[in-house]
Antibody
């Protein structure tokens, strides 16, 4: 059974940084694309970034380029999202998802909540 | 990249069929057969119900079906059931090698 467990969310001050993690199990992590998607309170889903199986190809939504960095450690079956210069509008649930080259998310974690507030 | 356009809400009675549209451009929906749909119940994670325009993942009811014509994709739910009441989002691959979600549709079972 595919399992994705996000962690690392919490309350952060504006301007701060955060590193989200996603622990994967139940599949061969190193052979799958992985994705981050976020959802602001009461709003729709927003695709953030994805990363190739070998970690060498990374793609980001234009509006977030420069502040967000996706990475992975295939030896640890883990996906990461580093967010810098946090703003109030980054407040959201962040989901990790297993993906394919054609599908943004085939299996999803339960999400981790990031709240940016002073 | 602008969000794909979906109706804000669609409703139907139990047993009826409903269709949700998802309109994009030739740079996303119209350019690739890489449109998927996910279902999200309140407070829950999204769940994939259709991928590659018409395919259903294992375990998803055959009451869910997808199609595409030009720059518009559609999700049809037939034999509507109370458990289908949820938010639905389309997602498309884009010419920038990224993805874009639709604005989301709230399905209400009357």
């Amino acid at each position: 059974e595919v399992q994705l467990v996000e962690s690392g969310g919490g309350l952060v001050q504006p301007g701060g940084s955060l590193r989200l993690s996603c622990a994967a199990s139940g599949f061969t992590f190193s052979t799958y694309w992985m994705t981050w998607v976020r959802q602001s309170p009461g709003k729709g889903l927003e695709w953030v970034a994805n990363i190739k199986p070998d970690g060498h190809g990374k793609y980001y939504v234009d509006s977030l380029k420069g502040r967000f960095t996706i990475s992975r450690d295939n030896a640890k079956n883990s996906l990461y999202l580093e967010i810098n210069s946090l703003r109030a509008e980054d407040t959201a649930i962040y989901y990790c998802a297993r993906a394919t080259v054609a599908t943004a998310g085939t299996d999803w974690g339960q999400g981790t909540l990031v709240t940016v507030s002073s | 990249q602008s969000a794909l356009t979906q109706p804000a809400s669609v409703s139907g009675s139990p047993g009826q069929s409903i269709t949700i549209s998802c309109t994009g451009t030739s740079s996303d929906v119209g350019g690739y057969n890489y449109v998927s749909w996910c279902q999200q119940h309140p407070g829950k994670a999204p769940r994939l119900v259709v991928y590659d325009v018409t395919n259903r993942p294992s375990g998803v009811s055959n009451r869910f079906s997808g199609s595409k014509s030009g720059n518009t994709a559609s999700l049809t739910i037939s034999g509507l059931q109370a458990e289908d009441e949820a938010d639905y989002y389309c997602i498309s691959y884009t010419s920038s090698s990224t993805y874009v979600f639709g604005t989301g549709t709230k399905v209400t079972v009357l």
